[in-house]
């Protein structure tokens, strides 16, 4: 997550920004559909590869709930590993999910909290799944899940939708969304940390692909998955015409 303004002027940090999303965006199987999940998934498997793992939660509530096989997390982003690595029982690699180097080491992987949406290019998507594919035993599983194209999520990042947080230091701040740009299934926007009298602390521009199931379908076959389930929703319903979601669960043959 690293910034527009690499100065920091406002003396907002990357690490800061690390924190700020565990605060935003804690992982939770009690709370959160999505990672419920997940959570069976990550238990069930001995090895479990989690790509795009952010600040770690995921990895640090499968130790918490009594994981004890092995856990590795792969981020490019060098703050958000730094917070993750205060879990020492878990290894912890930067690097894309398309520098993964690993061959047939895991049961599972998982891209969790839309993190396969950062895979943005073709180039990039075929040469990620072929990594996780390579990173997979044979038999071993993939489980994610993108924003189904179809629900227009971007619609909704429009700073009237900014949320307020009081981060791990106490700070009251106000966060917000833009979108910038939509074409060729690429979404880019802006996310605004600011205090609530609106001082803008940090601007950071993404860019998130939303592919359409057919497309997703493809890529993953192309690659070498068998494509085991596909659902529209958290609880296994089918992809319909009001799916948000687009849940995969695909298999290395
Ligand atoms: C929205 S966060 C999700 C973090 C975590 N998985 C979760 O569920 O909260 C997306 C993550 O994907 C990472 N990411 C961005 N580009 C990536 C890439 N090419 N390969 C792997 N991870 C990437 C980012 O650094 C970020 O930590």
Redesign the pocket.
């Known amino acids: 997550?690293p910034t527009d303004d690499p100065r920091s002027a406002s003396g907002f940090t990357d690490a800061d920004a690390a924190a700020l999303?565990d605060v935003l965006?804690p992982?939770d199987a009690r709370r959160w559909p999505g990672d419920a999940f997940y959570e069976p998934l990550v238990l069930a498997a001995d090895a479990v590869l989690?790509?795009?793992?952010?600040?770690g939660?995921?990895l640090h509530a499968a130790r918490r709930h009594g994981h004890t096989g092995r856990l590795t997390g792969?981020?490019?982003?060098r703050a958000?590993l730094e917070r993750a690595r205060r879990r020492t029982d878990v290894e912890w690699v930067p690097?894309?999910?398309?520098?993964a180097a690993w061959d047939a080491e895991f049961a599972l992987a998982?891209?969790?909290?839309?993190?396969f949406q950062?895979?943005v290019s073709d180039d990039?998507l075929r040469a990620?799944l072929a990594a996780v594919r390579t990173a997979l035993r044979p038999g071993g599983r993939f489980a994610f899940e993108t924003r189904h194209p179809q629900a227009r999520a971007w619609e909704r990042w429009s700073p009237e939708h900014a949320t307020e947080v009081v981060d791990a230091s106490g700070r009251r701040l106000r966060v917000w969304h833009e979108t910038l740009s939509v074409g060729d299934g690429v979404v880019t926007f802006t996310e605004t940390t600011a205090t609530p009298g609106g001082r803008v602390l940090r601007r950071a521009t993404t860019a998130l692909r939303f592919l359409e199931p057919a497309a997703l379908d493809a890529l993953l076959r192309a690659a070498g998955f068998t494509v085991e389930a596909v659902y529209g929703d958290w609880a296994r319903g089918p992809v319909t015409a009001e799916s948000r979601e687009i849940v995969t669960v695909a298999r290395r043959p």
């Open positions: 997550m999303y965006c992982w989690d790509v795009g793992c952010g600040t939660a995921m792969l981020d490019p982003d958000s690097g894309t999910a398309a520098e998982v891209m969790t909290g839309h993190a950062c895979l990039e990620s």
